[in-house]
């Protein structure tokens, strides 16, 4: 399949028509939010949907998120708007908070992968608001990365994984989130977050009072039948070993370069991704830096660029010193755990 490029600036967003034409006959876009790049097709077309499956590899019992450009968009997709899922939209919409909500017959069960409920979004991009408004139906769109691969965060990144395999991709240029949006159910019983993300419990509490997160993320196992299919998968995963150390940062320190001196003797290329704080503790050339430590959202920004940048240098392992999960750092450690599949080490 030919894939067409085409770069997007903010000053003139007319140049969307002819994506927002492939949308509305039936095929794929990748195009940026401000999370991630998200890979875009109509919502209530079950075989455009399906084609979303087949261009990531993607599990079909992995619902999709559904993006709307105004509120007037969610009516018809959803039985029931609450009070306080009202109150929610209200507080964070246009942005990164996915609501989980009790769907109508209109969603396609490929869309949700035959659950009884939607999950919906409206980012908080110029770019896809006005991509969903041109073509005029809500678009479904999960990250737009091969499945297990780290989620793009620019248009370079979506076409190392999806050249040939989908018709367009708008380079909107670098999401500045960088993490994927909060998934929050609100279709039963108390709020519960299954993803974190860019809206932070915190923040949630602040507008709805009492909201818990789901018992995978607390226990850091995956269960067998998660309320959010997609987490029980390996995630976001560079091609290079993943390795989280968590701890005093001197001792993380010692224990790393110890480390990845064994790797270099192994004849394994090992690269460092850690806090700018910390970079004087690591010999040159072996590390990239996240960002500060008291800046948490630049790890968010940064981490799965990151993962991509060390699997282009050859990294077979990959180092990565833990942040502290308070606010966005939540988000930034449940990706860089399912990245690590356990290889975890505490050092305190
Ligand atoms: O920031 C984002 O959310 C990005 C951008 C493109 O909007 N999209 C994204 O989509 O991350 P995806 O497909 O990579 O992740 C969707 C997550 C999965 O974990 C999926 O299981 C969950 O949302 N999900 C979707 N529908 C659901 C539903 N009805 N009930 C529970 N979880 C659902
Ligand atoms: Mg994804």
């Not at 224990?255 to 394994?268: F, M, P, Q, T, V």
């Not at 392992?317 to 399912?338: F, Q, S, W």
Request: proline share 7%; hydrophobic share 40%; with cysteine.
């Amino acid at each position: 399949m030919e894939t067409k490029y085409k770069k997007v600036a903010l000053s003139d967003l007319t140049e969307l028509a002819q994506p927002a034409e492939a949308i509305k006959q039936g095929k794929l876009v990748a195009f940026p939010t401000e999370t991630v790049y998200g890979l875009g097709a109509n919502a209530l077309d079950g075989d455009a949907v399906r084609s979303i499956f087949k261009a990531k590899g993607r599990p079909n019992d992995n619902p999709l998120i559904v993006h709307i450009a105004d509120t007037s968009m969610l009516e018809p997709l959803v039985t029931e708007i609450t009070p306080d899922t009202k109150k929610l939209i209200a507080a964070f919409w246009p942005g990164p908070l996915t609501l989980v909500l009790k769907k109508t017959l209109l969603v396609p069960d490929e869309t949700t992968a035959g659950l009884d409920s939607v999950a919906v979004r409206m980012p908080d991009h110029p770019i896809a608001l006005e991509l969903i408004r041109k073509s005029g139906v809500p678009i479904a769109a999960p990250s737009a990365n091969r499945s297990g691969r780290p989620s793009p965060t620019m248009a370079e990144h979506v076409a190392e994984d999806m050249h040939g395999r989908i018709s367009w991709i708008v380079d909107g240029g670098s999401c500045k989130v960088g993490v994927e949006s909060t998934v929050l159910d609100m279709s039963d019983g108390i709020p519960t977050i299954l993803r974190p993300g860019g809206i932070t419990p915190e923040m949630i509490e602040k507008v709805i009072g009492r909201v818990q997160l789901d018992r995978s993320l607390i226990t850091g196992k995956s269960v067998e039948k998660p309320r959010s299919p997609g987490m029980k998968y390996t995630h976001y995963a560079p091609r290079g070993d993943v390795i989280v150390v968590s701890g005093e940062h001197i001792k993380v320190a010692q224990w790393i370069n110890h480390s990845a001196e064994e790797d270099r003797k192994a004849g394994l290329k090992a690269v460092i991704l850690s806090a700018t704080e910390h970079l004087s503790h690591y010999p040159e050339n072996t590390t990239l830096s996240y960002g500060s430590l008291s800046h948490p959202e630049e790890a968010a920004t940064n981490i799965f660029r990151l993962f991509r940048q060390s699997d282009r240098n050859g990294a077979q392992k990959i180092y990565v010193e833990a942040i502290p999960k308070d606010g966005i750092g939540l988000a930034v450690m449940d990706r860089i755990e399912k990245a690590a599949a356990g290889r975890f080490i505490r050092l305190d």
